[in-house]
């Protein structure tokens, strides 16, 4: 094993033992991804010098791979989109400066869907990414970078942005854990926005411990998003010592199992989890969500509508590519967005601006805030009869590149990922086993109300312990992520 092969506790272990420095752990990164990169298309630029930089001043601090949309001082933030093409980030998010006082440096950018848009990194105006455990499929998406270089040990751990799914389903096709906290629990500063109602930044780990620690060391109070509370974060990692499932009670969303298009191999992995909780003591408990089947319905009326407001500013002044044919400031508007966005974010624009004008607000923006609210209240009555939601995390394993090309069938990827984004509560995606036809990585999720998060590591730990880390998974199953 190389130390790119490692995750956060293994590698820090390896630094108290003097055995490297954080300098070996880039160079093995680095060596890594040279030579893997052309076949995975995971990362999109990597300022070698700048993270060598930062672990020469700190030997011991971990390099973490960062999704395209985070700000990091002086390097490309491009957001999968042309549109950024030139642009240098002025300064650094807080979840940056925060993982740098917590012993963690920025190591190397990652692919994306353009603005976050999109389930396979298909969307991206950069570079295709490919699934590690199998080249000819996606690596799930928006976060598919993150996913595909965390699951391919291109990097140590990495940081993923999830709207409505961005983190978690990604994580399930490339058998890594991805926790989604609860909105507010990390500070957006510096992190470009997509839909601002739902955006959250998380941890994409190796294992639940990985992600514990690195959750804590973004999450918190700051003065710069108004919508961080100051609660205080618990020591996520070390409330995991001895977790377990006795007598926890999982409930299992009746609406959930019934659920059309779900992949057969998906339905017996996660009844497979069910059973493995109860195995471990959880009390298995049946609860509804009954609003859930308009999830999807008004997240696609409240996130192109936000999104719409927030990429107002890409209008080829302020920021990135501007069109070289403009005659008067409106051309240059219209010549510039029309150049520099992709079709999908196109498409969200134009929805977005529809159901926001005057007329269509109160049919369609007003009334999916009102079917918000009944799908929030479902989440606090489920979590009045249990302490945990297990659902599959999407529908299907990884798919094809270029299989799904119809937008109504790519957004489908988050019809389980979807209704807890919108209720603001934090959930985790946890490797559950391998489909046995197609031998991709299948992961399940975890959800808790808003603010548990520790319950919700804890209860993500115990699963792992009863189902074997995400390496004793493929290990088990035959599969080694394409080396090449
Ligand atoms: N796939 C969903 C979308 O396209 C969610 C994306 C995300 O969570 N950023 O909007």
């Known amino acids: 094993m190389e130390l790119c092969d490692l995750g956060i506790k293994e590698l820090k272990d390896v630094f ?77 998010a807080t979840v940056i400066a925060n993982m740098k006082k917590a012993g963690f440096i920025p190591a190397g950018r990652v692919n994306m869907d353009e603005f976050a848009m999109g389930s396979s990194t298909e969307n991206s105006a950069l570079a295709v990414t490919r699934n590690p455990y199998d080249v000819s499929r996606v690596p799930g998406g928006s976060s598919g970078g993150s996913a595909a270089a965390v699951g391919g040990d291109m990097c140590i751990a990495a940081l993923g942005t999830d709207t409505g799914g961005s983190i978690r389903q990604p994580a399930s096709f490339c058998n890594i854990v991805g926790v989604k906290p609860s909105y507010g629990r990390v500070s957006r500063y510096g992190v470009t926005a997509f839909a601002s109602s739902l955006d959250q930044v998380g941890p994409m780990a190796k294992c639940v411990d990985d992600a514990a620690v690195l959750l804590g060391a973004i999450a918190g109070r700051d003065p710069r998003d108004g919508t961080t509370p100051s609660l205080p974060v618990p020591d996520y990692a070390a409330a995991l010592e001895g977790a377990s499932l006795k007598g926890v009670k999982i409930g299992l969303p009746k609406e959930y199992s019934r659920m059309d298009g779900m992949d057969g191999e998906v339905k017996r992995i996660t009844d497979e989890a069910v059973e493995r909780c109860a195995g471990a003591g959880a009390e298995i408990v049946e609860v509804s969500l009954p609003h859930s089947e308009y999830a999807m319905a008004v997240y696609y009326i409240i996130a192109p509508a936000e999104a719409s407001a927030n990429l107002a500013r890409f209008d080829g002044v302020r920021y990135g590519h501007r069109s070289k044919d403009a005659s008067d400031v409106y051309s240059l508007y219209v010549k510039s967005r029309a150049e520099g966005f992709g079709a999908e974010v196109k498409r969200r624009i134009i929805m977005g601006t529809y159901v926001l004008s005057s007329g269509y607000y109160d049919a369609y923006y007003l009334r999916a805030q009102k079917v918000r609210t009944l799908i929030r209240r479902d989440f606090d009555e489920a979590f009045a009869k249990c302490d945990a939601l297990l659902t599959p995390c999407a529908p299907t394993p990884a ?27 934090c959930a985790a995606a946890v490797p559950a086993g391998f489909a046995a036809d197609t031998r991709l990585p299948v992961g399940v999720q975890f959800i808790c109300g808003a603010f548990e998060e520790e319950k919700l590591l804890k209860v993500s730990k115990a699963f792992e312990n009863a189902t074997g880390t995400a390496r004793d998974l493929a290990a088990a199953a035959g599969k080694i992520p394409s080396v090449f």
């Open 399 to 425: 798919f094809k590149l270029g299989e799904v090309q119809d937008p109504l069938t790519m957004y489908l990827n988050d019809l389980f990922t979807i209704p807890s984004s919108l209720a603001g509560v």
């Open 16 to 92: 108290a033992k003097g055995e490297a420095s954080a300098e070996d752990a880039v160079k093995s990164v680095i060596a890594r991804v040279r030579a893997k990169n052309g076949s995975i298309g995971a990362y999109v630029s990597f300022d070698e010098e700048a993270a060598l930089a930062l672990a020469r001043e700190n030997p011991k601090s971990v390099p973490v791979a960062v999704k395209d949309l985070i700000n990091v001082k002086g390097q490309p933030c491009t957001c999968g989109s042309k549109i950024l093409e030139g642009y240098t980030s002025p300064y650094d």
